[in-house]
């Protein structure tokens, strides 16, 4: 790979780390879609994108928790069954062929719905904890299934059912995706696998678009421009589902 190669792929991995950040997302199916795109070998994508996961939730979780938007008590019950989920899913390797591009086109779907949702409802109102613990159980599966955090499933979920307004979900979901990567990638290791040397390339331009973008989506855009984001990150994870294997 030569500079200009390697300079064009730094970009693009900035700019996805800047858009996911900015809704409280790491950006492990942006980085999937740019490093599918490029051509790099299937057993180099997911511990890749899941490091940069890591990385760029950390910081999300710790702007958006800054800025007063976490919620512990809406955070918890989803989480505590996720993490175990989420490494059985990082262990597990099942054909793509069918359940990826079903889950995309439920993203693509939730990324139109997001798309007119003018503005946060006036009252949120959180789910038991019988429906949290279910609900984060499937969704760790699947995190550790697709190579991402799983906040691409939970927070357009937190939104739709007005269990949490648009900024608290995006500070929820940044730390869900934190601990369901780390727990993905402890499962990829479980398999015998390594971490590639190039995921240490891709860490600093990711860090950087992930410190701006989580900056201006936790202090500085409207709720509206961060709604409207979040449907541009949906639509990028769909496709990637659908269209990447």
């Given at each position: 790979m030569d500079y200009t190669q390697l300079s064009l792929i730094s970009f693009a991995i900035?700019?996805?780390?800047?858009?996911y950040s900015s809704v409280g997302h790491g950006g492990a199916s942006g980085y999937i879609a740019v490093m599918a795109l490029c051509g790099f070998a299937s057993e180099l994508i997911k511990p890749t994108a899941l490091v940069l996961n890591i990385l760029v939730a950390s910081i999300g979780?710790?702007?958006?928790?800054?800025?007063?938007?976490?919620?512990?008590n809406l955070f918890w019950p989803f989480a505590l069954l996720s993490v175990p989920a989420a490494f059985v899913g990082g262990f597990m390797h099942l054909p793509p062929s069918i359940f990826k591009p079903m889950i995309g086109f439920v993203l693509l779907f939730s990324a139109v719905r997001l798309f007119f949702r003018s503005s946060d409802p006036?009252?949120?109102?959180?789910?038991s904890k019988l429906i949290s613990f279910g609900v984060g159980t499937g969704i760790g599966l699947l995190s550790g299934l697709t190579g991402t955090g799983g906040g691409i499933f939970l927070t357009p979920l937190l939104l739709f059912r007005r269990w949490a307004h648009t900024r608290s979900a995006a500070a929820v979901s940044a730390l869900f995706i934190l601990v369901n990567s780390v727990a993905g990638l402890v499962g990829y290791f479980s398999s015998g696998q390594s971490i590639p040397s190039f995921a240490?390339?891709?860490?600093?331009?990711?860090?950087?678009?992930?410190?701006?973008?989580?900056?201006?989506?936790?202090h500085c855009f409207p709720v509206r421009t961060v709604s409207m984001l979040l449907s541009l990150v949906l639509i990028l994870a769909g496709s990637k589902l659908i269209f990447t294997r």
């Open positions: 900035a700019l996805v780390a800047f858009l979780t710790f702007q958006f928790w800054r800025a007063g938007y976490f919620s512990w006036l009252e949120v109102s959180p789910p240490w390339v891709l860490a600093l331009p990711a860090i950087v678009g992930g410190m701006f973008g989580s900056q201006l989506g936790s």
